[in-house]
């Protein structure tokens, strides 16, 4: 069982950066990689960024290339999503979550989830 906590999230102008962060607790936490998704009321949820469990290998989906850069403390049990030159369409909820399988973009394939961030990013 693992527990999925977000925090960091808030409203902030165009061109602003933010720090995500994801606190995990459980014992089997570092045997998932762990990914970020967005979502905004209407859509389904939009992959982000995933970073494996063991070697720390980063996987970024379109919106989360080149602005975006995930990273994890296994020792704190934690994964961040540093976000850089934030546009109005970063716009949601972000929530982490964990998989068994890297480089995977699917929700589906996600299993434990945290219950969200919300980003807004006024222009």
């Known amino acids: 069982q693992v527990q999925l906590v977000e925090s960091g999230g808030g409203l902030v102008q165009a061109g602003d950066s933010l720090r995500l962060s994801c606190a995990a607790s459980?014992?089997?936490?570092?045997?998932?990689?762990t990914g970020w998704f967005r979502q905004v009321p209407g859509k389904e949820r939009e992959f982000v960024a995933q970073?494996?469990?063991?070697?720390?290998?980063?996987y970024y989906g379109d919106s989360g290339k080149g602005r975006f850069t995930i990273s994890r403390d296994n020792a704190k049990n934690m994964v961040y999503l540093q976000m850089n030159n934030l546009k109005p369409e970063d716009t949601g909820i972000y929530y982490c979550?964990?998989?068994?399988?890297?480089?995977?973009?699917?929700?589906?394939?996600?299993?434990?989830w945290g219950q969200g961030t919300q980003v807004t990013v006024s222009s």
């Open positions: 979550a964990t998989s068994f399988r890297h480089r995977t973009t699917a929700a589906s394939e996600y299993n434990y």
């Open positions: 970073i494996s469990r063991n070697f720390g290998t980063t």
């Open positions: 459980g014992r089997t936490f570092p045997a998932y990689s």
